[in-house]
């Protein structure tokens, strides 16, 4: 099982690079890729790869660029995570209560309570490194 779960990450992984196409009429073949093995491609041909997020404005905040995309999808985890915490914090207290003096369910609650915690923290904490990534990257002029 986890060999099949290595060999479709890597599939899922390069499938993409594999199957990019550089430009050209679709169903052809690139230039110097169609042609017998070993040949050199034809004279005049380049290969241009374009730039999908070049004249992209990233002063404006609009999410028209990747770091505001990425954001985006950042804050998205953090609001669905914080949810969760919150879930857990008040299953937590269902726990503490239901324990009803007993050593073991008090110490399960307490641990069940630091991973909370710790979780809550690793979520503040993805919010943090991320603005101060992107603050160092527009410091240097990114």
Known sequence: MRTFVIVALIFFLLAPMALAQTGG???????GI????????EQGSNITLFNPLKGVDCSRGNGDCLSAFLLNILDFVIY???IVVI???VYVGFRFVVAQGSDTKISEARTML???VIGALILLGAKAIALGV?????ALGG
């Open 134 to 138: 992107q603050a160092t990257v527009s």
């Open 87 to 89: 879930f857990m914090l």
């Open 25 to 31: 009429s679709p169903g052809t073949p690139p230039s």
């Open 80 to 82: 669905l995570g914080s």
């Open 114 to 116: 630091l991973w909370t």
């Open 34 to 41: 169609g042609g017998s093995p070993g040949a050199p491609p």
